[in-house]
């Protein structure tokens, strides 16, 4: 019998992971569906990055389909995200807008200018109200907003390869679908 | 009792005592040197309390890092999203340690500030320890949004 | 197109591979000789392919095909050919193929050498070690490829992480790989004997060689990554029981828990269960070890959520190849306690308390290696465990085998004599005791360096006695057989390693300090004086070089130049200064310069003084060499005789042992 006690002390263990890891996997924060998908935006209006007395509003950025990047700073993933975000930003046909989240706009102006900046339109949130209306709790989080202002996709952390091929760039071909 | 039953127990009471006495020491050893990996916001939420000595983890602050001109005293900021934590280290710091830099220092608290006694910075920016990330994005989790209505009167929960 | 070559030839290497492992197994079963005999040929094919595999992989690096992803990642046009070749082994994928490579020259040397041995035995070894294969290559196709091609092709590549830019991190992972994968070979014999039933009670004493040498180079590989630690990593540290240390220590603490437990079995048919699950364990903490190592997704449960095919890959493979063979076990495990009994003193129980010794330090590290995981899974809190967990109870766990050392050549198989063992009690401890007392003069009264000097007596003088009785009983050329000799030679290498260790733990000094121009500092009774830094360059890098003089009653002993360099993506290494000695090493690190904008200046350094610290290498040496030579033994070697002359010659080489 005690032959046996190596195999069932392995198994023990292995089933102990096991069950860490779908314990875990389940117990995943981040995957939370948003209640904003096929809303409207909330309304904004925010000041430019480098010239805060110009504002960017919901109503000046309508007619075209943009993505909304909430990058900050501080962010590490952030910068885990950049530079793929700069790769693919001009293949994706849409306007990509920076949305700078409570942060230092001199710290954020530096992390741009070492990371390079890839947003057409640059918008800074420093106190974080308006982020609540996105419903944005972290950062990176990237909202894919149509011509007419409504949310048609979320994404929570940072973007992957697959995460671009697989879900932000058939979300854009549907918006061109939904259009024509 | 036969001899060889005596024997049998004795050698069966040894075994017993002998893993329970290693036990007892593996418990002890690994309770005097469990380190907790906490975030400067976790810490200014009290977390860090319970811990004597424990890990802070975060992003060196950009301009934070201040040499003492004669020692090798050196003071610099350690952010999160939410929190800051200064911290004072009295050594050579290792390669790869500047501004924007994930960082683990380990110490205990000494008042408001941090008194490491390591100080570990590997890698950089892009590439962030998982350990690191994972309490930063836990620390960020728990300050979730209650309702729009309690953010618009002006508590930053965040 | 020579990287989609390099990816067919893994792929036909795997059809082989497959056609190694499950046709032997099967006509084993049958008893299909035909079948049985595809197993040499097989592994011969899969061991070209995989050649050519690898090859093609170094060529790429070496005509810098940075269409290559993996080229792309680790070397760029500065880096230089020998670490072109060593990044071929830099990185996850790489390494994989490494060790599927050495996997094959282990498998290779046991199909060469074992024409003695009955055709169904091996026929199941190079099997099992074909399903090793198999799962290993499959992991290579299905989640690891270093073939995987980057289009379009970047001008230049990124860079061999710099700590790996060292010529003791060249040869470190292969030599390490054959230590690691060469257990496969002791897990394969003791596999084809639960499928044979045993039937063939000699297979111990065929497989002791091979696990000793597999032994000896995983000392070799594991003194080889420490001495790296030291030179490379700046910090004069040698052993930081980091997960990655700790995952080619533990196949190392069951793995001397094996040798001698196949001492026991060969000799004397008792321990035969025990043996087995040694070698299952050494090999099963082989595979854990290299994907703790390489790819990383078992440090952290989040890490299956970025890359899950990997992290479920690893683990199915676990199971299956950890789980398997425990079952087997269970099913097939000699279920009748065989061979002679012992009693309470002799040299079975000194070698029995020893492998639990052993065995014990092997479950303690791998808990304290994968507690953060364990408080990651269940949500307890990012905990990391601290080096003094590991020291405390790893010591504790020595002490005992420290004392039996000199005992055991001393001891009789089945029954020790009380006179012989108290007359090398007294000897070996009056020695201890005297140069303890001599040292406690020169340190000083530190407690641990005084507990060294006395441990590394008492072994080596135990050692010594056993030497000289064998020297004055035998006749010439027979008083040291070379299983015997690696025995003695070993061990004397523990007393070595136990000087290097305790000494140099004790009576290190380290200083930080801050040092301009012309500046002197006294470390004991050398003094450093630091002469500025100025700039240099290599073929992928540039640095400050500081020039540090030492010197002793107003002689210059030496001049040492530490470095820091910056690589390619502003990668700093440091390239500390060592000047190395019998007695003690002298060590400077450059910090960074006091005023970032005055190189010139004073800069931050730290200064060590290092007593006895090659001895600790020395003595994993010793130990290395101690196993080749006892592998080396002639009677390991199987000689074709018939069935009755074998019978016979057993009994006379027992009655031979028994009185050794």
Not at chain 2, 76 to 88: H, K, L, Q, S
Not at chain 3, 110 to 121: C, D, G, K, T
Not at chain 3, 339 to 353: D, H, T
Request: glycine share 10%.
């Amino acid at each position: 019998m005690s032959r046996l006690l190596p195999f069932v002390a392995f198994l023990a263990l292995c089933g102990l992971f096991g069950f860490g890891i779908w314990w875990n996997s389940h117990h995943d924060q981040t995957a939370i569906p948003s209640p904003l998908i096929d809303k409207p935006a909330p309304a904004f209006a925010l000041p430019e990055l480098d010239a805060p007395e110009r504002t960017v509003t919901k109503a000046s950025l309508l007619g075209k389909p943009y993505l909304l990047n909430v990058f900050a700073s501080w962010c590490i993933e952030c910068g885990v995200e950049h530079p793929l975000l700069q790769a693919e930003a001009p293949t994706l046909g849409v306007t990509l807008v920076g949305y700078n989240y409570k942060d230092q706009p001199a710290d954020a102006k530096a992390w741009l200018a070492r990371h390079g900046n890839p947003y057409e339109v640059l918008m800074a949130d420093l106190s974080g109200k308006t982020a609540i209306d996105f419903g944005v709790y972290a950062a990176p989080e990237s909202f894919l907003i149509d011509a007419q202002g409504v949310i048609r996709y979320k994404h929570i952390g940072p973007f992957t390869p697959e995460v671009i091929e697989k879900e932000l760039k058939p979300a854009i071909a549907a918006l061109s679908e939904k259009s024509s | 009792m036969n001899p060889t039953r005596k024997r049998r127990l004795i050698i069966v009471v040894l075994v017993l005592a002998a893993a329970a006495v290693a036990s007892g020491l593996t418990v002890f050893a690994l309770q005097q040197n469990m380190n907790y990996l906490l975030t400067p916001s976790q810490v200014q939420s009290g977390e860090a309390s319970g811990y004597k000595t424990f890990r802070l983890g975060g992003m060196v602050k950009q301009g934070s890092i201040q040499k003492a001109g004669d020692s090798l005293k050196v003071t610099f900021t350690v952010i999160d999203a939410n929190g800051a934590m200064p911290v004072e280290y009295t050594g050579i710091l290792p390669d790869l340690f500047r501004d924007n830099q994930s960082v683990i220092a380990t110490g205990h608290m000494d008042n408001a500030h941090f008194v490491a006694t390591e100080v570990l910075a590997k890698h950089d920016e892009t590439y962030m320890p998982q350990e690191l990330k994972d309490a930063m994005a836990k620390a960020h989790e728990g300050k979730k949004v209650a309702g729009g209505d309690d953010a618009m009167k002006g508590t930053d929960s965040r | 197109m020579t990287p989609e070559l390099g990816q067919l030839a893994l792929v036909l290497a795997l059809l082989l591979a497959l056609a190694q492992s499950i046709v032997p197994l099967l006509g084993a079963w049958r008893g299909n000789r035909a079948m049985v005999a595809v197993a040499r040929p097989a592994a011969a094919g899969q061991a070209a392919f995989v050649l050519v595999a690898f090859a093609l992989l170094v060529w790429a690096f070496l005509r810098f095909d940075f269409s290559v992803a993996y080229v792309a990642d680790n070397s760029n046009l500065a880096l230089p050919w020998y670490y072109r070749i060593a990044a071929v082994w830099g990185a996850h994928e790489g390494s994989m193929l490494l060790w599927v490579f050495i996997l094959n020259v282990w498998t290779l040397a046991v199909a060469a050498l074992s024409r003695n041995l009955p055709e169904v035995f091996v026929a199941r070894v190079l099997a099992v070690l074909g399903l090793i294969a198999v799962g290993f290559l499959a992991f290579i196709l299905f989640t690891s490829n270093p073939f995987a091609r980057l289009l379009p092709m970047p001008l230049d590549g990124g860079d061999l992480n710099p700590v790996l830019q060292d010529p003791g991190m060249t040869f470190h992972p292969p030599v390490i790989y054959m230590g690691y994968v060469g257990f496969s070979v002791a897990f394969a014999f003791s596999i084809a004997a639960l499928l044979g039933g045993e039937l063939e009670q000699a297979w111990v004493r065929w497989a002791r060689s091979w696990t000793n040498v597999a032994w000896a180079f995983l000392t070799a590989g594991i003194v080889a990554g420490s001495w790296w630690a030291y030179a490379e990593l700046g910090w004069g540290g040698w052993w930081f029981w980091d997960p990655v240390e700790n995952a080619s220590f533990m196949p190392w603490l069951v793995g001397t828990a094996l040798i001698h437990a196949q001492a026991v079995t060969e000799k004397r048919g008792s321990l035969r269960a025990w043996t087995i699950l040694l070698s299952i364990f050494a090999f099963s903490l082989s595979l854990l070890g290299t994907f703790l190592v390489r790819s990383g997704v078992l440090t952290s449960v989040h890490a299956f959520a970025s890359d899950p095919r990997r992290g479920l890959f690893i683990l199915c493979f676990l199971l299956v190849v950890v789980g398997g063979s425990l079952l087997l076990y269970a099913l097939r495990a000699p279920k009748v306690a065989g061979g002679k009994a012992f009693a309470p003193v002799s040299r079975e129980s000194a070698i029995l308390v020893g492998n639990l010794m052993f065995t014990v330090a092997a479950a303690m590290v791998l808990l304290g290696t994968l507690f953060p995981l364990i408080g990651d899974a269940f949500n307890l809190g990012r905990i990391s465990v601290g080096p003094p967990y590991f020291g405390f109870l790893f010591t504790l766990l020595m002490v005992p085998v420290v004392l039996l050392l000199p005992f055991g050549p001393f001891l009789r198989w089945g029954r020790g004599e009380g006179g012989v063992l108290r007359a090398i009690a007294l000897r070996a401890g009056i020695g201890a005791v005297a140069c303890a007392l001599v040292a406690a003069v020169f340190v000083h009264g530190q407690l641990k360096a005084i507990a060294g000097v006395a441990a590394a007596v008492w072994c080596a003088v135990g050692t010594l006695l056993y030497v000289y009785k064998r020297f004055r009983e035998m006749p010439r050329g027979r008083r040291y057989p070379a299983e015997m000799g690696g025995m003695l030679l070993a061990h004397f290498g523990l007393g070595v390693f136990l000087v290097g260790v305790l000494l140099s733990e004790s009576l290190s000094v380290t200083r930080d300090v801050r040092m301009a121009p012309g500046d002197v500092q006294t470390v004991g009774a050398y003094a450093f004086r630091f002469d500025g830094v100025k700039q240099t360059s290599g073929p992928n890098w540039r640095g400050s070089q500081g020039t540090v003089s030492v010197i002793r009653n107003g002689e210059t002993l030496a001049v040492m130049h530490p470095q820091k360099r910056t690589y390619t993506r502003e990668q700093v290494q440091t390239e500390s200064a060592i000047d190395p000695g019998f007695t003690r090493d002298l060590y400077v690190a450059l910090g960074d310069p006091m005023d970032a904008s005055n190189p010139a200046g004073a800069w931050a350094m730290r200064l060590y003084y290092k007593p006895f610290i090659r001895w600790l290498w020395a003595g994993g040496l010793f130990m290395m060499l101690g196993g080749f030579l006892a592998a080396a033994d002639r009677r390991f070697r199987v000689r074709r005789k018939s069935e009755s002359s074998e019978a016979a010659a057993l009994p006379l080489a027992t009655a031979r042992e028994s009185r050794a």
